[in-house]
């Protein structure tokens, strides 16, 4: 079987160095799968044109928003938009937790809801950090309540 020509360049052993790599961007999206978020959470999806599609899981308070645009294009979108129907609406701010690896974003960015830019082609996952919040109220209460029975 033949062997592409950049094999030297893009390869396993590369992109498990690289600061940002298809390989990593996978391995994160394993991640999130096991999250309940994305195991037993609702599901909510919306199609903001012929380019641009998003999909929001929740639970428990926590969620996390998919947002790819498929096109050739820059698309600037409202995230707030995925919530329909008089659902609350999204902080001001949300944070990327991953990005692609020719994304013009990277974790840890802080983007707006109401006017995210997309470039041609990228994909992001963002959430509202209740997920980490949520976690962090829960091993606090757990470290007072063991303090507690000492």
Not at 26 to 38: C, E, G, H, I, V
Not at 41 to 60: E, H, L, Q, T
Not at 138 to 146: D, G, K, P, S
Request: hydrophobic letters at 40%.
């Amino acid at each position: 079987m033949p062997v592409n020509d950049n094999y030297q360049t893009l390869n396993l052993a590369q992109q498990r160095t690289a600061e940002r790599s298809y390989f990593k961007y996978y391995q994160q999206l394993s991640k999130l799968r096991t999250k309940d978020d994305f195991t037993l959470g609702d599901f909510r999806s919306k199609a903001y044109d012929n380019d641009v599609f998003a999909y929001k899981r929740s639970f428990n308070g926590s969620s996390h928003i998919i947002l790819i645009n498929f096109g050739s294009a820059e698309h600037t979108v409202n995230v707030n938009e995925i919530n329909e129907n008089g659902d609350p609406t999204l902080p001001e701010q949300l944070t990327v937790t991953v990005a692609g690896s020719k994304s013009s974003y990277w974790a840890g960015n802080k983007i707006t809801t109401n006017a995210l830019v997309l470039k041609a082609y990228d994909a992001i996952v963002v959430t509202d950090g209740a997920s980490s919040i949520y976690g962090s109220v829960l091993l606090m209460l757990a470290a007072v309540f063991i303090k507690y029975l000492m």
